[in-house]
């Protein structure tokens, strides 16, 4: 079926690579420039640390993380073994390569299709699986006629390399030419190998894998894999290196596959005398940009054409192709449209934009949900509003088989890798079963990585492994959620308003602190004040502690506790613990009990809280309160008049009002240098006054009636200033009274 690659390169960030098949998605990839692949790199790396336990090494290669270097993945030729062990070595190696070379020969003699199959999958394989099937045939040739010294001397060069640990064979600070084969993921660094593969065109040459070759697995007629092995052996490919005919080459004549070789002969030729000048670690070899390994890995015959979308990145193209394939450099072609984007030309911008959300529509009406995790990748098949059916099983049927072929387009439009598990609807009949595993396997035949199937198991789910060629397109293109840090949920604002006054009483108890500033979303704020403000007026009375609730518009869904001296002791941030962490050191005195809340609380830092101060005076409910500009000047409470001094004056009481009787109030508590003033949770600068803990006396007069004036509920027995001048904007509150105070009703009925 014919198909188009259509290449987006306008902006210089970003690379977009789509190809189409009758005006449908079939295949995406894209690059940033600040975030290329490393995968397929060249790098001369440093042993930093060998681990025994995990018989792997860490190198430094120049990344953002050490590389991960498993033993096997190490070459016997940077093993550091005594003389004779080397010889040994060599004598094993020449052994199997001869013994490979006769098996070739045997397998272009035979006939047999199911061998030559078998025969291609061991030859596309790994260096180290290659290694592992002929090692499988020597062992089997040398137990029929077991030599006298086959109990000392190895049999295969992966018995001799298993004589030995990692620990014995590779020291820090080594020397080594790694290639990654693994891109770096979350915490993992990239993983690592010293066999080195360079691909071209047509051929994919392994210098330093000791065997002789072979044709793609995916080649299954058996008259062209006989055509190319006889073309592979007619090549001089020196003593330790390998040659791999890929699927591009299946058509190509000698000449043609002769010159892609020669060519990476060349090419490693220039790797090898630039790593003798290198001085690790550095960067020898970086493999191809996305345009590159479009044109090489991507382009066949059944491609009509090649649009591309840049100036820059046409002319590229176009040499390459040019080089590579300068009888189909024709096909490619430059888009010139300047009102139409290319994209939007083809009808695919909105199907690329689709391949972000986890919900996928079926035409059918059902729908597929597609979740990554840790551990794996999760499809749910849902019916949703597909009822054309009469019964439910042919509903259940006819929604599998129209989501198997979409999951399967899904699974590589995303780039989606490791284990992957799919949740059809339950479908009784195990005929029904069978075909929807059958659309699975013939949707994923063309995929280029290396797919392994399953079965619908008895509960409906189907199990498939996929090889990683790539990160996942959330990984290339998106970060991690600073609100949800990745689970997708955050805390309702009455379990977040719960949970801190738990740690705040804890803090204020444990550590007896006389302040702690919370920093908290604007609606755990409400919460709290509106329906927990008695508990935390309780708190500040038992701890003689100042809590202060600041909101923050960049606290996101978190918060953060402050002590004292404005430490971090906890937050939802694990950035804020870390840096804590570095700078705090555990408080003395008593031994704590643990509650069931203490493991969280361990790594809250900054417990240094000096000398014990002085109980104060209990401060109201009012002292909960966020921060206030120190430049501008309080507004003191319409209903009470106070001098310059800030303490009360009855003499300025308003005509009606009598004068008021000495009260007996607590000393006010004085403010320390810095502290923060009293404002609304809104961010409005108005201030209100601690008011004492008695009502004033019998003789005073009822206040006049002022909608602004905050009025406290009769149980607190004071008055909270948090939301007064809020309650006077926005109407009444629950719980409040309206039009006069409970003390100015009983002042009424005295009189």
Sequence with gaps: MPRKILIEAVHQEETRVAIIENSKLVDFDHEHAEKRTIKGNLCLAKVIRVE??????????????????????IHPDYFRIPVEDRKLFEELRKEEFKKQQDLDLIDEESSDESTDDAESEDEQKPPEESEEAEVEVAEAEVTEEPSPSSAKRPRSVREFIRRYKIQEVIKSRQIVLVQAVKEERNNKGAAMTTYV????????????????GGVSRRINKVADRKRLKKILSSFEVPEGMSLIIRTAGMDRNKTELKRDCKYLLSLWSDIRDMTMQAVAPSLIHTEADLIQRTLRDMYTRDVDEVLIEGNEAYKKAKNIMKKVLPSHAKRVQKYDDPDTPL?????????INQIFYSQVLLKSGGYLVIQQTEALV?????SGRATRERHIQSTAFNTNMEAAAEVCRQIKLRDLAGLIVVDFIDMPEMKHNQAVERVMRESLNDDRARVQIGRISQFGLLELSRQRIRPSLHERSGIQCQSCLGTGYVRSPESMGLQLLRLIEEEAILNKRDRITVKLP?????????NKRNYLSLIEEK???????????TIGNGFEILGTE???????SQDALDSASSKSQPSGGKDRKKTPDSGQREARKGRDRGPRKEPKAVQSDETVQPPQPKEEKPQQNQNVRRDDEGNRDDSAMPQGEGPAKKSRRRPRRNKKPGTRENTELNGNTESQPNLEKQPPKADHQPAEKKKAAPVSQPENKTEMGIFANESAKNGPQKGRHQKKGWWQKLLETDD
Excluded: W
């Design 52 to 73: 025994p336990s995990l018989q792997a090494a860490f190198v430094d290669f120049g990344g953002n993380r050490h590389g991960f270097l498993a033993f096997d993945e």
């Design 543 to 553: 701890t003689k502690a100042s809590i202060i609730l600041e909101p923050s518009a």
């Design 197 to 212: 593969s360079l691909a071209g065109r047509y051929c994919v040459l392994m210098p330093n894998t000791n065997a002789t």
């Design 343 to 351: 994209f939007f030309k083809y009808g695919i911008a909105k199907q």
């Design 566 to 572: 404005g430490e971090v002791v906890f937050s939802t």
């Design 522 to 530: 604007q609606e755990v704020g409400f919460y709290l004040l509106n």
């Design 378 to 382: 999760s499809v749910d098949v849902n």
